[in-house]
């Protein structure tokens, strides 16, 4: 093995320059030519490969974001998408992929795995949604800035006595509303998991005034079946008969934008380093994630093929502590 590429592919997630900057020098440490693939597999399909030497990562590991770039590719979805990135690894002569993404990058992973391609894969996504990793690269970053989101806006909620929305990003997937739901403090957490109707969110929160809150906070999923475009139109439909109004603050990609934390640099630069380890102890097809605190590694064939749950204790202590 001389030669290998890494991308970063699907939503970016910070943490993301940490892992390839690793990446990058444990490969160029072991004597390998590491190569960056531009604007994920659509920049693969296109062949925008260039070498990377350990200055071509120096500073990244602070910044959000991937210098890389990424996209998502409906190419890749297809076996003619497929074929054409192997033939570019191909004819670039690459020996192994290490591939920076989660659910629908993975899938890819899975896919280049079956034609020939060595691949390892590395968890990253803000949603925490991927099968074999307890933490996913850039969820713990993306929380944090949810918190905050939620910490400022308790604040004028208490102020003006008011019930303020939010909605976090997680696609299909409950983790991240449950999680700063808990850690916010929220009256009413919404998830895919875990549905609420809004005449349910609208008795809670009456509840929450009648125990003489001054507020009351909702977190909800974007994946929930009543999100918050769902709600704000049951809140304006029924305000008289409710007797109050609900603020909505919708986050949005304003979670991927942070600087990773110490908790996704750390994480992204251990799974990036333990890629290369694991190409040199000639494993490949698996995903590299943290179980139990410890590097693990997980068949891509069963990383495609499940969902991660979301931890229903974790459910049940938010309805324990909303009182």
Known sequence: MKRIAVVTSGGDAPGMNAAVRAVVRAGTAQ???????????????GGQLRRLGPRDVGGIIGH???FLGTARCEQMKTPAGQAAAA?????????????????GSQAGSFALSQRGVRVIGVASTIDNDLTGSEPTIGCTTAMDIALEAIDRLR?????????????????????????????GGAEAIVTPESELSPESV???????????????????AEGAKYNAEHMAA??????????????????????RGGAPGVYD???????????????????????LGLIDGKIASTPLVEVVSATKPLDTRLLELAQVLAI
Do not use: C, P, W
Request: overall charge neutral; aromatic content about 6%.
């Open 64 to 66: 959000g974001g991937t």
């Open 155 to 183: 604040v004028t909620a208490s102020a003006h006595r008011r019930a303020f929305l939010v909605e976090v990003m997680g696609r299909a997937s409950g983790y991240l509303a449950l999680i700063t739901g808990i850690s």
């Open 234 to 255: 049951y809140f304006e439909q029924h305000e008289q008969r409710l007797g109050f109004e609900l603020r909505v603050t919708k986050l949005g990609h304003v979670q």
């Open 265 to 287: 640099r750390l994480l992204a630069t251990r799974l990036g380093a333990a890629a290369i380890e694991a190409l040199h102890a000639g494993e490949h097809a698996i995903l």
């Open 31 to 45: 004597g390998l030519a590491v190569y960056g693939i531009q604007h994920g597999y659509e920049g693969l399909i």
């Open 202 to 220: 609208a008795q809670q929160i009456l509840r929450a005034y009648e125990r003489g809150k001054r507020h009351a906070i909702v977190v909800v």
């Open 87 to 103: 033939l570019q690894l191909e004819n670039h002569e690459i020996d192994a992929l290490v591939v920076i993404g989660g659910n």
